[in-house]
């Protein structure tokens, strides 16, 4: 791992630890700013999982607004020290995409709001992507996907060489067997004639 991609990655990742972590600790701060978004979302997420897994998200916005931080807290902390930073930065990325539903501006806000609200929506949009990014990222290291497909293809390859030298050598021993054939046909002939 390069050291440009390691401190890039920390210093990516402490703004989810320090950002989750004041969330889940101190949640009253954002629980108004929330309240909108969880209103709207919550019922769309319990309708679209199971049953067993709905009835287990909290329906308080505190609740929801301590776990979506500890949720950014626990991703941060994964991708910033590299211990499980692809799903660490999966985790991030999905805890991103309510603030990004939150950071949508209102149109009936005066216009100086909405620039301000423009630029928390773009920071936020900018965050999501860089979470996705680091979600992919194999650090100059072929994923496990990619490598399977190599091992196949390889495999393959390995295969019709195998089946292509058996096929050469059986046109070898065709071409000699008739070859023997002749011979044997003409020292017959040779025998037969004298």
């Known amino acids: 791992m390069s050291i ?9 990742a402490s703004y989810f ?3 989750g972590t004041n969330s889940a600790l101190k949640p009253d701060a954002f629980v108004e700013d929330a309240e909108p978004v969880a209103d709207k979302l919550l019922p769309l997420v319990r309708r679209s999982l199971p049953a067993s897994v709905g009835s287990h998200i909290p329906e308080d916005t505190r609740s929801l607004v301590r776990l979506a931080g500890a949720v950014q807290a626990v991703g941060g902390l994964a991708m910033g020290t590299g211990l499980g930073r692809r799903p ?10 309510p603030h990004v539903i939150a950071s949508i501006p209102e ?3 005066p ?4 620039v301000a609200a423009r630029s928390v929506l773009l920071r936020n949009v900018a965050l999501l992507g860089g979470a996705l990014m680091a979600s992919r990222d194999t650090a100059g290291r072929p994923g496990l996907g990619w490598r399977l497909a190599q091992r196949r293809k390889a495999l393959g390859e390995s295969a019709e060489e195998a089946g292509n030298q058996i096929r ?3 046109g070898k021993g065709r071409r000699s ?3 023997a054939q002749k011979k044997v046909e003409k ?8």
């Open 88 to 97: 660490g930065a999966a985790l991030v990325a999905a805890s991103m995409v």
């Open 4 to 12: 440009i991609r390691g401190l890039g990655r920390t210093l990516f």
């Open 111 to 114: 216009k100086e709001d909405r």
């Open 17 to 19: 630890v320090v950002k």
């Open 168 to 170: 050469r050598k059986a």
């Open 187 to 194: 020292k017959v002939r040779d025998q037969i004639g004298d």
């Open 107 to 109: 149109k009936t806000l």
């Open 177 to 179: 067997v008739a070859k």
